[in-house]
């Protein structure tokens, strides 16, 4: 179970295993105050069952919508926030499996067999995003299992679901290094702050010197502040956001390009072309027949 979070330390994780449980099941909607900036020791198995909204894992931000599945390792930082309008709860948005590097480690000692697991344990540590339909149809349906039982029951679903996990090749590495939080609770709660702050006006024209006020920190602290908090600096922040929110638009809008550019928190069509290509790897244009094919195939 998870101990409820105290004012004094707002963005790490203790989970304390009272029950006995080797594995920890949890799911919770959102608004929630375990959704914020955090990292923990346990790995994270993260399935979205409702809503869309972006993802924060380590430097990666990228878009997730109902049934992407994710899994962090220990202390990788991590977030997802939901885009929802004002006053909008969803009751229950996310289903998660928690489970420690010695659990798995001690089990392997009497079970070679799970050594089998290793590769995908170390892939965990840069954050995972599963591609695969069936591996997340599965992992759906074993969810629920693992939600609905105990004991050795639960236990069983869960390795039969970690080999799922494992066998699968289409998957994504997320964080372009490996990343692991050590930072103290108090500049994991301004982190927060910082994040909450650009991810509810990246759409505008923010600046750094209205993120360093918010902060009431200079925009030369907070400007080294936030790199080493989030590995990025902030212009690299908010354009990663602003074309995961394109990549939405793209995607999931028959809107114009040009459009989407503004809409995106762009202010003119060239510099938005340009930080596509950088970020992506291709064309707006491009992305879009491709997001359209892979869904069509997908369909089929």
């Known amino acids: 179970m998870t101990r409820p979070l105290r004012k ?6 203790l989970m304390d295993d009272l029950n006995g449980h080797s ?3 949890r799911e919770h909607g959102f608004p929630c105050p375990l959704v914020r900036w955090h990292f923990h020791k346990e790995y994270e198995l993260h399935l979205i069952v409702a809503s869309s909204g972006t993802a924060f894992i380590g430097d990666y931000i990228g878009p997730f919508y109902p049934y992407s599945l994710f899994l962090t390792g220990p202390n990788l930082p991590h977030n997802w926030i939901s885009q929802v309008t004002e006053g909008e709860i969803v009751s229950k948005r996310d289903m998660l499996v928690n489970f420690t590097d010695e659990t798995l480690e001690n089990a ?9 697991l290793n590769p995908l344990l170390e892939r965990a540590r840069y954050g995972i995003e599963f591609k695969c339909p069936h591996t997340i149809q599965r992992t759906t349906e074993l969810l629920h299992f693992i939600a609905g039982t105990r004991g050795v029951t639960r236990l069983g ?8 996990l494992a066998g699968c090749e289409d998957y994504h590495l997320l964080c ?5 939080s050590d930072d103290d609770e108090h500049t ?9 702050f650009i991810f509810e006006r990246y759409a505008s024209d923010l600046t750094l010197e209205e993120a360093a006020d918010h902060l009431s920190m200079t925009p030369t602290y907070f ?6 908090a989030t590995g990025r600096c902030f212009v690299e922040f908010v354009n990663s956001l602003r074309i995961s929110k394109s990549c939405e638009l793209l995607s999931q809008s028959k809107k114009a390009v040009t459009d989407i550019c503004f809409e995106s928190g762009f202010n003119n069509i060239s510099n ?3 930080r596509f290509q950088q970020i992506k790897g291709m064309t707006p244009s491009h992305y879009r027949r491709l997001t359209a094919r892979r869904l069509t195939e997908q369909n089929a």
Do not use: C, Q
Request: positive net charge; hydrophobic residues 45%; aromatic residues 16%.
């Open 157 to 164: 679903h869960f390795f039969v679901l970690m080999e799922l």
């Open 272 to 274: 938005f072309n340009r």
């Open 23 to 25: 594995v920890i099941y």
């Open 8 to 13: 004094s330390d707002p963005s790490y994780e």
């Open 108 to 116: 392997a000692a009497v079970f070679p067999e799970l050594l089998s």
């Open 176 to 180: 372009g290094a490996l990343i692991r």
């Open 223 to 228: 400007s080294r502040f936030f790199r080493k």
């Open 188 to 196: 994991l709660d301004r982190t927060n702050k910082a994040v909450n």
